[in-house]
């Protein structure tokens, strides 16, 4: 989610570039916030680890008739307030105690959502101060300290290990004075959002409100994507103030880039053309942080994710990043770089999204949204294998259930509707020949006494691969593979948790179960181009 912040002459390349690290700390303000969010009904704030919803809704839904409640219900009918408008006025309060603004809000502050503009803020506060301490907040909080400490431990690990402010300030210069604050923020959920606020003394201060899909023992769970989700809520610091600042010449070019992924854009919460935009420059500075910072195979693993959410174009604005990057403008400014950068957004905006498709980047999961609108997935395996055949039989209105999918007679799947369909196969080498065309392809061998994958081998008997890769026909498309030596191996297959990885091999253990043996991500490119896998 995205939040509009201070504006600011940002540099490509500074050298006063500093190595600050992340502030991690929970906010009682935010939560607080959320927590009247919450009580309000804000569907955004209703997804969030059971254990500590629980705790909260246990302390906190005696007062959900509360004043400052029907005020939250009121500010999101009349004005909008939901998303990143809810952690973007706590940032402008003072301590839990007193919550009082921390600067003038009138005329609106620059970096606090415009949707604050026209509420009567004073009587909000008041009545939020009212909440605070008839529910006992701060008695709440801090019997739950124990939880926030454990959760920022493991949040501080994983910001100081991606540790992203450097590579910030080497691209759009340092910020003298301003801090950096990722608040932990359980309640938001798989939300993020981004805040900033100045106080009347003191530094600016750039939040990255993180939400967190699952809490262990009182620990959040740090998935694989956590620095890109990092890095993308930080990188609004930065880019939204130039969208700002030129908006007047892409004002066109962001409504067209909207239109043309209107529905994407909607249910993401994105309505509008300057909120594409923000989000667009994001999500290419994600894309070009992760290639400069981990390589091309993990860029593009970030810049698929952006694909999936509808922002086809990142790549062209990726590669225009690089130019500047390449060339930069002699004042070093990035600001005198946007026209550059603008006229890409131009270019880009002039393509025909509805009619454009990405490549297919994995990992497995996509098979299933990253098809044609409307094509059905046709699933295709051996009719030799009495045991297989049932099992397929069975599965397929399982998953029809969720996606358009057709089972598909081996012989009369043909090569040009592996081009137009997303294609799951299943069964051995021998006893499907699409699925042994692919593996020829791939450098994959599966024999009884293990199965070989580019340059790794895993030995063993029982072993069974699950693996995606592009259509040898068309690189928008998904082949989806579950195979073994023995067909009947695959009984039970789609038990195996691999939806998030691009390749699994397994070994069946017994009837319908099986083990993990190894998984992982193939290599790719940012073209859409597949490498086979390494020996590492």
């Known amino acids: 989610m995205i939040a509009t912040v201070l504006a600011a002459a940002l540099l490509l390349q500074s050298p006063q570039a ?6 991690v ?3 009682p303000r935010v939560e607080l916030l959320c927590i009247l969010a919450r009580l309000a009904g804000n569907p955004e704030f209703q997804r969030a680890p059971e254990n500590y919803v629980g705790a909260v809704d246990a302390h906190f839904s005696k007062f959900a008739s509360h004043p400052a409640v029907g005020a939250m219900i009121e500010l999101r009918k009349q004005y909008g307030i939901s998303y990143n408008a809810v952690p973007a006025i706590a940032v402008y309060l003072d301590s839990l105690e007193k919550l009082e603004p921390i600067a003038p809000l009138d005329p609106l502050p620059e970096g606090l959502d415009s949707r604050w503009e026209k509420p009567n803020k004073a009587e909000f506060f008041e009545k939020l101060r009212a ?10 909080f801090a019997s739950h300290k124990s939880t926030w400490d454990t959760v920022e431990a493991v949040v501080r690990a994983a910001a100081d290990k991606e540790a992203p402010i450097p590579w910030f300030d080497g691209f ?6 301003a801090r950096f604050r990722l608040v932990p923020s359980i309640l938001s959920g798989s939300h993020n959002f981004s805040a900033s606020a100045k106080p009347t003394s003191g530094p600016e201060i750039l939040y990255q409100v993180m939400g967190f899909g699952s809490l262990q023992r009182g620990g959040v769970l740090i998935g694989s994507g956590f620095g890109s989700l990092l890095v993308h809520e930080m990188a609004h610091a930065y880019c939204n103030p130039l969208i700002d600042r030129f908006y007047s010449d892409l004002r066109d070019p962001g409504h067209d880039l909207f239109e043309a992924k209107q529905q994407e854009m909607s249910r993401q919460a994105y309505p509008s053309g300057r909120i594409v935009l923000y989000e667009s420059f994001v999500r290419a500075c994600t894309v070009l942080y992760a290639l400069e910072r981990h390589g091309e195979s993990s860029a593009a693993a970030v810049l698929g994710d952006q694909e999936q959410q509808g922002f086809v174009w990142t790549l062209d604005l990726v590669r225009a990043l690089q130019a500047i990057r390449k060339n930069p403008p002699k004042s070093g400014r990035m600001a005198d770089a946007m026209l550059d950068f603008g006229t890409a957004i131009h270019e880009a905006a002039k393509k025909d999204w509805g009619a454009f498709r990405s490549p297919f980047r994995g990992p497995f999961n996509s098979i299933f949204t990253s098809g044609f609108p409307g094509a059905e997935i046709l699933l295709a395996g051996p009719s030799d294998s009495p045991k297989l055949s049932a099992y397929l039989d069975a599965i397929v209105p399982a998953i029809a259930k969720k996606f358009k999918i057709r089972r598909e007679e081996l012989p009369k799947l043909s090569t040009e509707a592996m081009g137009k369909h997303p294609v799951l196969l299943y069964g051995s080498p021998e006893s499907n ?3 042994k065309k692919a593996a020829d392809q791939y450098g994959w061998v599966i024999e009884k006494s293990g199965i070989t994958l580019g340059e790794r081998r895993f030995d063993g008997e029982n072993l069974v691969l699950i693996a995606c890769r592009p259509s040898p026909g068309n690189p928008t498309v998904a082949v989806g593979i579950y195979a073994s030596a023995d067909p009947e191996n695959l009984v039970g ?3 195996l948790t691999h939806g998030v990885d691009d390749w699994l091999v397994g070994r069946r253990i017994g ?3 099986f083990e993990p043996v190894a998984r992982g991500s193939f290599p790719k490119r940012l073209d859409g181009s597949w490498d086979k896998l390494d020996g590492k």
């Open 511 to 513: 009837p319908n179960r």
């Open 433 to 435: 020949p699409h699925l």
């Open 18 to 23: 500093t190595a600050q690290s992340v502030e």
């Open 172 to 177: 759009f210069g340092a910020r003298p004075g």
């Open 131 to 140: 909440f605070a301490k008839e529910s006992k907040a701060a008695e709440f």
């Open 25 to 27: 700390a929970f906010d």
């Open 493 to 495: 297959i789609n038990g």
